[in-house]
């Protein structure tokens, strides 16, 4: 079943567990159900599944209403303002650090763009054979939006991490991991900048 911050919460001081037991016996990083108590974080569906099932085995059991509300409902009860956005899960982390609006309309043009680009046919080599260096030419700018989409999808849930560093896409000197160089492609791979992949880019990438 689903289980809000709240739930979580009380379901485990009313079985008397601190958080590094219940963290402990679920698997579950301790400060991952830490924040997702908190409501900062939007814990995966399979560890909700595994948090819930394991206080009904320690004789948890949730409220009537409860067992009968629909998501959104309980989402919207839960005062630490987890919200429900477009169908996303929107921590409240998410919701006060980053401009929610934004994020939403970034993720449904890039869902648009990634379509088109799918339909896009690909150039042809001599006597009509797939030319794969410039196939992944051609897909680079798409797979560069998946990627964004991914990055935007944990934002909201409260998963995303800053960078480390600070990487200038014309500094190469300050690509140093592949995390890096992947940030570097996505922050190119906007929609308000456009994208050069060059050979060297590209064999960087594969």
């Given at each position: 079943?689903?289980?809000?911050?709240?739930?979580?919460?009380?379901?485990?001081?009313?079985?008397?567990?601190?958080?590094?037991?219940?963290?402990?016996?679920?698997?579950?990083?301790?400060?991952?159900?830490?924040?997702?108590?908190?409501g900062?974080?939007?814990?995966?569906?399979?560890?909700?599944?595994t948090?819930?099932?394991?206080?009904?085995?320690?004789?948890?059991?949730?409220?009537p209403?409860?067992a009968?509300?629909?998501?959104?409902?309980?989402?919207?009860?839960?005062k630490?303002?987890?919200?429900?956005?477009?169908?996303?899960?929107?921590?409240?982390?998410?919701?006060?650090?980053?401009?929610?609006?934004?994020?939403?309309?970034?993720?449904?043009?890039?869902?648009?763009?990634?379509?088109?680009?799918?339909?896009?046919?690909?150039?042809?080599?001599?006597?009509?054979?797939?030319?794969s260096?410039?196939?992944?030419?051609?897909?680079?700018?798409?797979?560069l939006?998946?990627?964004?989409?991914?990055?935007?999808?944990?934002?909201?849930?409260?998963?995303?991490?800053?960078?480390?560093?600070?990487?200038?896409?014309?500094e190469?000197?300050?690509?140093?991991?592949?995390?890096?160089?992947?940030?570097?492609?996505?922050?190119?791979?906007?929609?308000?900048?456009?994208?050069?992949?060059?050979?060297?880019?590209?064999?960087?990438?594969?």
């Open positions: 079943m689903y289980m809000t911050p709240d739930m979580a919460s009380e379901a485990r001081q009313s079985l008397n567990l601190s958080q590094a037991k219940a963290a402990k016996e679920t698997g579950i990083n301790r400060a991952y159900l830490s924040q997702f108590e908190s900062k974080r939007v814990l995966e569906d399979n560890l909700l599944e948090l819930s099932t394991y206080y009904v085995s320690q004789g948890w059991q949730p409220t209403e409860q009968k509300a629909p998501v959104e409902q309980l989402i919207n009860n839960d630490h303002s987890l919200n429900i956005a477009d169908g996303f899960v929107v921590s409240s982390e998410a919701t006060a650090e980053f401009i929610l609006e934004e994020l939403l309309d970034e993720y449904y043009e890039n869902s648009d763009e990634i379509a088109s680009l799918q339909e896009t046919e690909l150039e042809r080599g001599f006597f009509g054979g797939l030319d260096d410039s196939a992944m030419r051609q897909s680079m700018r798409a797979l939006l998946m990627a964004r989409q991914f990055q935007i999808k944990q934002i909201l849930h409260g998963h995303h991490e800053p960078h480390e560093r600070e990487v200038n896409i014309e190469t000197s300050s690509i140093i991991t592949v995390g890096d160089f992947i940030e570097a492609m996505i922050i190119r791979a906007k929609p308000d900048r456009a994208i050069e992949i060059s050979e060297a880019t590209l064999d960087e990438a594969v």
